[in-house]
């Protein structure tokens, strides 16, 4: 079978080079102050998870590999190379599975392109704006080729926050590594063979894997380009490139019909508020509405019927969690705690004893959870039944813009939550004022 | 669409398992014979590539990173971190693509698994004897998760050296590292999220890249594993599992039927004795055959037709070679070569002025390539139009096994042409007597 035929010819790589080099006074106010909030909300997560089992297994290993120490690793003492160090930032800073999330990407941009930015512009000696503006650029070029790859791709098991991950990190770090035109070509060109990342990880320690690979495969194509590596002509969109081997049904023109700079598609950047998997916040804040509109005993609910977007019942549909990480991926779990005020925004509400509560498994059991295609994937609709026969019906749709004040004041409560306060508006401080600030400046705050 | 009905359940993992338990005394003279070679054949490819420009980029990137000094880096002074020289082997000892070739699986075993099981086994104090044996069983289970994976995987752009190549290379790395069942079962789960390598880089440097990811996918995923690193149960045959996601005809059980230690499908593997892509080298027989029949002047040809198996049209069939890398990929300037009887076995004789040679360009016009179904992709059958009307025909495959007198003397007269005698002899020398050799010492036989 030959698919050549159905593919567009290079325009995503022109498209994507052209995103490398649009200059920061091109950037709109909108996208940059998103993009500083997202620095923000991926600094405070990572910090958070620096304690994680899967963070002290990857600096272990890493820091015994050893090398020269040019970029930061979070939570570790040592400096490392920026390859390394994007590996582990992009698995620490996922670790808690807390980041950012764009539904057209279908991934998590901070925690893929961070820590490829930050590493090579602290190698390098870049400024933190330039660290944010890179990140800007690669967030948009992920979520343009996840929109390329398309839905099919996502759902034949790809995970997108790895795959098209990989190419923002690459643009990000080659911006940071000052790659030409040419150069950059052939590191795009290049992760496209290294570029990898499989949703059957979710739930394990090998999801936040895929988030660091993106990172370090980025900085690695990055710096080979630098060296003068030559890659194919279009290793993305050209025969037997990324989008043809990687999807069945790819889009490789729709995506490009409004490009930035005119349009940031990352504007639709979302941050959890909850600390579990983003399929599942629409019905959290569902049942929320619920629960603060009435009073509701747990033994007086006879079945919660669910709604949500088919794509999601591959990823967050755990029928018998067992972990806490696994509890965070399971919609009548989760479903139970939020009608019996459990707090999902804290992180430390997930544990395995959590799987084990008694009153919430039988909660649980009477929920019901079932795909339905004429809900987009930010919405959710529920229906209670009580026990005597009344139905009690909510829905929510992430996709409602909010404010930034409103923003704001969600991610640094979030943050003092996680960090306390005195971290978390010290955090905030630096992002909020970049100016003067130097990406290794932004390192040492995720290493104290 | 749920695909995971059709997939078999963890029959592959299991079997993978079964192979990396498998002791030594287990293992059949011949296929231990033929690892051997397959040994020496890497050590001689692996250092005749050592200057080549892609070896220099990835020795100037990983020793400015450098790191603790625990592996060889090929033909480089500073030994490096294991994964780092898992890397730099791969792409190193790939670079000239002059490596064993299996057609079962249809990739380059020996780049992906000796630099992973060579990194790790320096880094363990492993013997030589050792890495021969876990190259051996990597090997093995690479071939058969290449079966798995199906033609289909290689026709869709898949570059299976890559790919299958990452589950053996961490296999082979795992027996260094010494896992534990519990532990082999995640180091092969995770590399499954992390292996990839597409065809669109043949003729590029991405192509060797691709075998050194390999190598340095499967040395990172055992010494994760090693570390308590928890992955999904089964990353490889399970739902969206590696197979699921990147084959579209898998063959998840039939490859299974006669399993190792009973049977070594690696006993097939194939050597190179032209510098060239081996879907060629059956078209170089073939022609050669010919040529040693009877004396034919260029001027006299007329045409000569090709006929191949039809996946290599998409591999080794470029029309207007520019570069040495690029000729080595073409069959009618391979067409022309033969027939005028350039030396194919030599590397040097792939140059970028050889693709601007008239006399060759004007013969190369002459050939015509076509896919013929019924052929195996290990046969090649030619047809020698003279201007007087006249028909030679000539066929051969590549299957037919030689004894191994001849492929040791096949193996030891094209080391002597990249070597040179006396390295070429020592190089024998260690790896025809394994017994009393460490790993370490193979690594400095790649160093000085």
Chains 1, 2 share one sequence.
């Not at 069945?248 to 990352?266: L, N, T």
């Not at 619920?290 to 977007?309: C, E, Q, W």
């Not at 640094?412 to 306390?420: C, D, E, F, N, V």
Request: proline fraction near 5%; aromatic fraction near 6%.
């Amino acid at each position: 079978m030959d698919r050549t035929d159905v593919m567009g010819s290079g325009e995503s790589m022109n498209r994507l080079l052209a995103i490398a080099a649009i200059g920061p006074d091109s950037l709109p106010p909108r996208a940059r102050r998103l993009a500083e909030f997202s620095l923000f909300d991926w600094m405070v997560v990572a910090r958070a998870g620096a304690d994680q089992p899967v963070s002290a297994i990857i600096r272990d290993l890493l820091e015994k590999d050893g090398g020269t120490p040019v970029a930061t690793v979070i939570g570790g003492g040592k400096r490392l190379p920026a390859r390394a160090a994007a590996l582990a930032n992009g698995m620490i800073s996922h670790s808690l599975d807390y980041d950012d999330t764009h539904f057209a990407h279908i991934g998590h941009p901070s925690v893929a392109i961070f820590p490829a930015a930050l590493a090579a512009a602290e190698e390098e000696g870049c400024s933190a704006a330039e660290v944010r503006d890179a990140f800007l650029l690669g967030a948009e070029a992920s979520c343009r080729i996840g929109m390329v790859l398309g839905r099919v791709h996502y759902q034949r098991g790809f995970h997108q926050t790895a795959t098209a991950g990989a190419f923002g990190a690459t643009l990000a770090a080659g911006r940071m590594y000052g790659l030409t035109p040419v150069q950059m070509r052939h590191a795009l060109s290049l992760v496209a063979t290294r570029a990898s990342g499989l949703k059957s990880q979710f739930g394990t320690m090998g999801k936040p894997y895929n988030a660091g690979i993106a990172a370090s495969n980025g900085v690695e194509a990055a710096a080979l380009a630098k060296r003068g590596f030559v890659s194919c002509d279009d290793g993305i969109g050209g025969p037997q490139g990324f989008v043809e081997t990687h999807s069945d049904g790819p889009d490789p023109e729709g995506p490009w019909a409004d490009p930035p700079p005119q349009r940031f598609i990352f504007d639709d950047i979302k941050y959890k508020l909850h600390a579990c998997c983003h399929g599942t916040h629409a019905m959290i804040e569902a049942l929320g509405e619920v629960r603060r509109r009435r009073s509701i005993a747990p033994g007086d609910v006879k079945r919660i019927r669910v709604l949500t977007h088919p794509r999601w019942l591959r990823v967050c549909d755990i029928k018998a969690p067992r972990t806490g990480l696994e509890a965070k991926f399971s919609y009548i779990l989760l479903a139970a705690m939020a009608m019996q005020r459990v707090d999902t925004a804290a992180e430390a509400t997930y544990t395995d004893a959590l799987c084990q509560d008694p009153g919430l498994g039988a909660l649980a059991a009477r929920v019901e959870v079932s795909g339905k295609e004429a809900l987009s994937d930010t919405q959710c609709e529920v229906d209670i039944e009580l026990a005597g026969g009344e139905h009690i019906e909510s829905a929510y749709d992430l996709a409602t813009p909010l404010p930034e004040e409103v923003l704001e004041a969600g991610l640094r409560t979030k943050a003092r939550g996680l960090l306390g306060e005195a971290t978390a508006d010290k955090l905030w401080s630096a992002v909020a004022a970049l100016d003067g600030v130097s990406a290794r400046d932004l390192g040492a705050l995720l290493r104290d």
